[in-house]
């Protein structure tokens, strides 16, 4: 299957943690990405899509008061995406809302 989308232009790389443990939350400062648009750059039809690195290592579970190291392969690196339903002039666009919904990882 194709990829819904293309990247028309993309901002630098910012780091925003250094760790973050499976199921905790953080809140984020505020961040400023700066992007240079492309001739054809039509806000109606431009759509954000964050494309996060990073580096995922084992846990560690706890058996009768001991750690023991889960079976796992060591430090191992990932990519995921997070897509916006809504565009640059801050409409949300509802097929594009909807098709997320039936499947993110089609419509992101």
């Not at 630098?12 to 973050?20: E, F, I, P, R």
């Not at 954000?48 to 290592?57: E, S």
Request: charged share 30%; glycine share 6%; net charge positive.
């Amino acid at each position: 299957m194709p990829n819904p989308w293309h990247a028309e232009a993309q901002s630098d790389s910012l780091s925003v943690l250094d760790g973050l443990r499976r199921g905790e939350r953080r809140a984020l400062g505020k961040m400023q990405f700066r992007i240079l648009r492309p001739a054809n750059f039509d806000p109606g039809k431009t759509w954000l899509a964050f494309r996060i690195t990073g580096i995922a290592v084992p846990q560690v579970a706890r058996t009768e008061g001991q750690q023991a190291e889960v079976k796992a392969p060591r430090a191992q690196k990932f990519r995921v995406y997070a897509c916006a339903d809504w565009n640059l002039e801050g409409r949300v666009d509802r097929d594009r809302a909807r098709k997320m919904r039936v499947s993110y990882l089609a419509a992101c």
